[in-house]
């Protein structure tokens, strides 16, 4: 696979985290950039991804971001992912990805897509110092669904596609953004149409809230009361299966902030987890 079309290296300030969350003094560090890094390849077409990352010493945390966009759209640069070369400075390997959409492969093309990218980030923790022990994942809306179906499904019954099919999928905890977890119950759930597949069952298939238990991946859940894209409720759903499991999860409850994309306060939220979550064995 190639390592990318197009490399640009900054010179940047860098509050390097060698555990997450506990800087040292600003020091100086170079920030590589790269767009367009083939992570994936289906059919001979190239799973894109833009990555940046400090030059460090110490391995890196990393990051994955899934963009929203109800599986038919959105990119790896909109408002519903992180911005690569901010959370690099934050001391991070940090990966926004672009995966199938609908509209040239439908479901589940795009959560094989996204676990792809997390097996590549396996496959090449050496090549970019990444500490494994320390891989997190962000999703926006759609991408929030698929980083908690991650959480509580893992595989499942998706046949690997993409390439790096033998290394791990594992992941430290998932942070989801104003997502959808009980795909019968949402309108737009409609859009999860897996070819062949009965639609109750291919949804019930792809709702997290189906598969918790008290082993499923930490979750750190935002989402707010005026979202008119995904109704609070179906997040509600998902908190009380949480409880009800016992499963390790935050639950950042918001009346206002309509359907959020990666703001500030998401970014603030984010590394309080992502600290909270390193410091546990």
């Known amino acids: 696979m190639t390592s990318g ?23 100086a560090a170079k920030i590589v950039s790269r767009e367009d890094v083939v992570y994936g390849r289906v ?16 391995p890196l945390p990393a990051i994955i971001s899934v963009h929203g966009g109800r599986w038919v759209g959105g990119h790896k640069k909109d408002t519903s992912t992180i911005k690569v070369e901010q959370w690099a400075g934050f001391g991070f390997f940090a990966m926004s990805i672009d995966y199938r959409l609908k509209g040239t492969t439908p479901a589940p093309a795009c959560y094989q897509d996204f676990q792809c990218a997390i097996r590549y980030v396996h496959a090449h923790a050496k090549e970019f110092n990444i500490d494994t022990s320390r891989i997190f994942l962000m999703g926006q809306s759609a991408g929030g669904h698929m980083v908690s179906l991650a959480s509580t499904l893992g595989d499942g019954p998706y046949p690997r596609t993409g390439g790096w099919d033998k290394e791990s999928n594992d992941f430290r ?33 792809a709702s997290p ?4 238990t008290k082993t499923s991946k930490p979750l750190l859940i935002l989402h707010s009361d005026n979202d008119k ?17 016992g499963a390790r999860h935050t639950f950042k409850h918001y009346p206002d902030l309509g359907h959020m994309q990666i703001t500030d306060e998401v970014i603030k939220q984010s590394l309080a987890f992502i600290k909270e979550q390193s410091a546990k064995p």
């Open 173 to 205: 905890a998932a942070i989801s953004v104003a997502a959808p977890y009980d795909l019968v119950a949402l309108d737009w759930g409609a859009l999860w149409t897996p070819p062949g597949v009965a639609v109750e069952e291919a949804r019930t298939l």
């Open 5 to 27: 079309l197009m490399v640009a290296t900054v010179i940047a300030t860098v509050c390097f985290i060698s555990n997450v969350g506990q800087t040292d003094e600003p020091t």
């Open 229 to 245: 894209s995904v109704p609070v409720a179906n997040a509600l759903t998902m908190i009380e299966v949480l409880e009800k499991a």
């Open 209 to 212: 809230t189906k598969h918790v």
């Open 43 to 58: 059919s001979g077409a190239g799973l894109l991804a833009d990555i940046a990352y400090p030059e460090s010493k110490e």
